[in-house]
Every structure is written in structure tokens, then in C-alpha cells.
């Protein structure tokens, strides 16, 4: 049985544009604050609690019009703080379960429960006091797991 090799085409390369291997790169999340949203839960990613100094309680607040989420530390007596914090000698923030919490957002945003969101943070000031800013008005989106995460 004998086997025929066609001959590689000789073609152009008029037409075709680099793509910059810029578009490739991404940075892992670890080195961004990212805050996201499933319609049962809210989480941080590690870096949030650093940054705002390994603070053991928040308070969130969230802003129906923006879109924005801001993570404020407070104290323990605060009405509204949460203990967002687990862990003893490695501290990490645990994932804050919610339903209505997710209702609330996911209704007053407009988002689809399909999907989870994921928003970068930034440091703020107000009144010399700092937050973490979270704008989720063009937030990363994926779809939600059937178990809801």
C-alpha cells in the first residue's frame, strides 16, 4: 500500500496581523482584591483582608445605583459587623453565606442568577478611614454550578 505525501502549500502571510502576546498574559488573582458574588454567597479573595490590615470585622455596604460594594472595618461592637475572618495563625476571610443576601443584590443590580460575579477592589478613603471599593457595574461574569457555587 503505498502512501502519498502532498506537497506543503506555499502561501502568503499578506493579511494576517501579529496578536500581541500581551493578550495572553494574566496575572493570577492572587495579586488582585477581588470580591465575588454567587446568589447564595459573597467571598474575598485573601488579599482584601491584608490590605485592610487583617481586620477582624466589616462592615458592607453596597450601593443599588453604582453597583458598588465597600468593605469597611469596624470593631466588634459596630451594629452592623460581620466577623469575616477564620483561622488562627493563617488567617483567611470565609465564604459569607447569604441567600437573602444574594436576592437582595442580584434584584437591586439587575444580575442574572445564572451567573456568579467577580469585581477588582481598590483601596478608598472616606473621612481618612479606609475601604475596599468593589465596582461591580462591569464586573467578570461565569455561569452558576448547578450546587449554586
Known sequence: MSTS?????EMSLD???IVSSDMFVHLP???E???SIWPTKLSFSKLVLTSL???EYVRIEVNPKSKCLIVVPVNSVDKDSIRWIKGGKNLCIRNMESKRFGDLIYDAWGLDPKFN???NGRLVTVNKKVMMLFDF??????VTK????
Open 117 to 119: 460575579y467577580r469585581a
Open 15 to 17: 493579511g494576517f496581523q
Open 33 to 35: 482584591p477581588s470580591c
Open 137 to 142: 457595574s462591569d464586573a467578570e461574569h461565569w
Open 53 to 55: 490590615n487583617n481586620c
Open 29 to 31: 488573582r492572587k495579586n
Open 146 to 149: 448547578k450546587d449554586g457555587n
Open 5 to 9: 505525501i502532498n506537497p506543503i502549500e
